[in-house]
């Protein structure tokens, strides 16, 4: 009878042994806080947590933070795929600096990022300057939540899909305008389908890191309560009243709507490969 059926075979030992550092790592970084949220959760009592997350702030915060995170991570769905593709399939001068400078929110720390964006789309600065001429106004509003979540949240767009992009057989292309088909018929039934699954991925991925961003989005939010504040930044202030109560609340609530959103993207990831499987 071979043993460990519930795994499937490997040339290389030492599952025992990765299997458990890994397992550790897991529970340490991940589980155990995870586990103390909603400990502190269990203990408050459903009643009390759904009365200190049941105020008009609080709901106007979450929903300015999801709403935020999920109109960043569509533009950056689109402009990301478009930036990616340019990257793969021309050369051109400077490329490799556009590449590069693809990374800056992944090493830039967020508060710096935050205060230059706030530079640059205040009334007086430069671009903000230019917009308030056209009657648009970017810094301590809303629309200057999206541009910080769309500065931190485009490299994972981009380098989620850049790999299946240069992967991806430019002769499948050809063969399809051989067969007469339009570039636009071409982009929808050869291109989109093989890029979805990275596509949702990068989407996820930029969703997750958008709806906790905390640095880059205070300065530029104008943090006005029921307007422009954010979740992350409301839990900080129920830690700084000492509020502990309150704050894990407020993250609960961010944690089950968040693993709800990624449960459904997940869903869809399953449901598009299973599809490009079935093509």
């Known amino acids: 009878m071979r043993a460990n059926t519930w795994r499937s075979p490997s040339p290389m030992p030492g599952f025992g042994l990765s299997f458990g550092i890994m397992l550790a790592v897991l529970s340490i970084v991940v589980l155990l806080p995870i586990g103390a949220l909603l400990g502190r959760g269990i203990a408050i009592g459903p009643a009390d947590l759904w009365d200190m997350v049941n105020s008009r702030r609080v709901w106007a915060a979450l929903g300015l933070s999801f709403r935020s995170a999920l109109v960043a991570s569509i533009f950056n769905l689109v ?28 090493a830039l720390p967020t508060a710096v990022a935050g205060i230059a964006l706030t530079a640059l789309y205040a009334p007086n600065g430069v671009f903000g300057q230019a917009l308030a001429q ?19 949240g485009l490299p994972f767009v981009v380098r989620t899909v850049q790999p299946v992009i240069e992967e991806l057989e430019s002769e ?81 609530a961010m944690l089950l709507i968040s693993f709800a959103m990624l449960l459904a993207i997940n869903i869809i990831q399953i449901w598009s490969r299973r599809r490009i499987g079935l093509v």
């Open 79 to 106: 402009f990301g795929l478009i930036l990616a593709w340019v990257l793969v399939r021309y050369r051109f001068w400077g490329r490799r600096f556009i590449d590069a400078a693809v990374d800056l929110p992944f």
């Open 134 to 152: 056209l009657g648009i106004q970017v810094a301590y509003t809303e629309l200057g939540i999206w541009m910080a979540l769309i500065f931190i």
């Open 172 to 252: 499948l292309e050809e063969a399809s305008a051989t067969l007469g088909a339009a570039r636009i018929y071409t982009l929808r039934r050869v291109i989109l389908p093989t890029l979805t699954p990275a596509l949702l991925t990068g989407f996820a991925l930029a969703m997750a890191r958008s709806v906790g961003e905390y640095g880059s989005v205070i300065f530029i939010a104008g943090n006005i309560p029921n307007l422009t504040e954010i979740a992350p930044l409301l839990i900080v202030i129920r830690l700084e009243e000492y509020n502990y109560d309150a704050a894990a609340a407020i993250g609960i």
